[in-house]
């Protein structure tokens, strides 16, 4: 007989909940609850990025007590199992990624087992699991920072990825946080097409598939969310909404380098279209990102593409994920220090589309959206993914 598990996936690179602490805290959580309740999941997977923010010598205490309310809140109380990891182990520069991972079992759901891949066999899940700091010897949890020679620019960075497995009924799962390289400047990524950010991401990506498929570990079917730093394909993008302007592009008088890129428009009287410099991108008509939840510009979402022999994604029916205003008051107002991208992706293997549940058109068995899209969430909207996974019970 065919059963389900219903299933959410949260990906959330709270930062901005750090580096403005209080603040907005109160309000994310609740709107995640309200995601909870109104999908009432069985098993529940969050993945943090970012944890402890910018300043994080300074803050991850405040993380410790951000990850402490959600598991005592009172909207949780009827998961009776709980699987936290948190590197919040920035003492260790080398290996510090700043991912956290929460995993939520309903009482209602048994058969759940979690692997041990130092051991190489599953076990069953049971009570309260929290794994805090390093997690080097934590045999649940495959963590790995990508390599320094991914970018050599770079004095460090704290990307990487996290991988749980699991058995739901009898359904094996990878679940795999995941963190990629940023674009640092507007101006070089508008330089070719596709930049040199999306080249490191695509590397990166490459990177985590091959670990996690390579023959260490009998290959499962795998779900990849996290802050993949996908953006537009920036250099074709400026190209489409300056199409009608004047480009004037401004030297610094020393050296031969872009200092700013600025689009006018050619009639009415020359009102500034676009304006970019390394951490600006001001466009006048900002309301093409929202309305149509930016449809119009999916053209040029294009990262993703490149990985269709191995990746599938649900449709995107939900305006770019990144950068909104901290701004309390300016809940869907993007900040124009980057151009607005779906960063926040939930990416699956065609193995794992294939046992999750699509009902009958009418049925709407499939949720693929933001977290809180009218309340100030920080500078990344949450994305979830909430499904019904085929688990047959033999």
């Known amino acids: 007989m065919e059963t389900y598990t219903d299933v959410l996936l949260v990906t959330a690179n709270v930062g901005s909940l750090f580096d403005n602490v209080?603040?907005?805290?109160?309000?994310?959580?609740?709107?995640l609850y309200k995601t909870i309740h109104s999908h009432k999941p069985q098993f529940i997977a969050l993945h943090f990025q970012e944890v402890g923010g910018k300043d994080y010598m300074v803050n991850?205490?405040?993380a410790e007590n951000?990850?402490?309310?959600?598991e005592s809140s009172e909207q949780m109380k009827d998961f009776d199992r709980v699987c936290i990891y948190v590197d919040n182990q920035f003492q260790t520069e080398e290996s510090f990624t700043a991912l956290g991972s929460m995993y939520f079992i309903h009482k209602t759901l048994k058969n759940i087992y979690q692997y041990d891949f130092k051991v190489k066999d599953f076990k069953a899940?049971?009570?309260?699991?929290?794994?805090?700091?390093?997690?080097?010897?934590?045999?649940?949890?495959e963590k790995e920072k990508f390599p320094k020679n991914f970018w050599p620019d770079f004095k460090w960075s704290r990307k990487g990825f996290m991988r749980t497995r699991w058995i739901l009924h009898n359904q094996g799962l990878d679940l795999v946080n995941v963190h990629l390289f940023h674009d640092a400047s507007n101006l070089i990524a508008c330089n070719s097409s596709p930049s040199i950010?999306?080249?490191?991401?695509?590397?990166?990506?490459?990177?985590?598939?091959?670990?996690?498929s390579d023959s260490?570990?009998?290959?499962?079917p795998f779900l990849l969310f996290g802050d993949f730093n996908f953006r537009l394909d920036t250099q074709s993008l400026v190209q489409y909404?300056?199409?009608?302007?004047?480009?004037?592009?401004?030297?610094?008088?020393?050296?031969?380098?872009?200092?700013k890129i600025i689009c006018e428009e050619k009639d009415n009287d020359h009102k500034v279209l676009l304006h970019i410099e390394e951490k600006l991108f001001a466009y006048l008509h900002q309301a093409v990102f929202r309305e149509d939840n930016g449809r119009a510009l999916l053209k040029y979402d294009k990262e993703v593409a490149a990985f269709h022999d191995v990746i599938r994604e649900e449709a995107i029916v939900f305006p770019p994920s990144y950068p909104y205003s901290e701004e309390y008051t300016k809940p869907t107002q993007y900040m124009n220090t980057r151009c607005?991208?779906?960063?926040?992706?939930?990416?699956?293997?065609?193995?794992?589309?294939?046992?999750?549940?699509?009902?009958?058109?009418?049925?709407?068995?499939?949720v693929y959206n933001t977290v809180g899209p009218n309340v100030c969430m920080g500078d990344h909207k949450p994305v979830f993914l909430f499904f019904a996974l085929k688990t047959n019970d033999h």
Request: charged letters at 25%; one cysteine or more; proline letters at 2%.
């Open 22 to 31: 209080g603040e907005i805290q109160n309000e994310w959580l609740q709107e």
């Open 60 to 62: 991850m205490g405040h």
């Open 66 to 70: 951000f990850f402490r309310n959600i």
């Open 125 to 141: 899940v049971s009570g309260q699991n929290k794994h805090v700091g390093a997690l080097d010897g934590v045999t649940t949890v």
């Open 197 to 212: 950010y999306s080249a490191n991401r695509k590397n990166a990506l490459r990177y985590v598939i091959n670990r996690i």
């Open 216 to 220: 260490r570990f009998t290959p499962l």
């Open 241 to 259: 909404l300056s199409n009608a302007a004047d480009v004037q592009t401004v030297k610094k008088d020393s050296s031969n380098e872009v200092e």
């Open 340 to 366: 607005p991208a779906w960063c926040d992706r939930i990416l699956m293997s065609h193995t794992a589309q294939e046992v999750i549940h699509r009902g009958d058109d009418g049925e709407k068995s499939i």
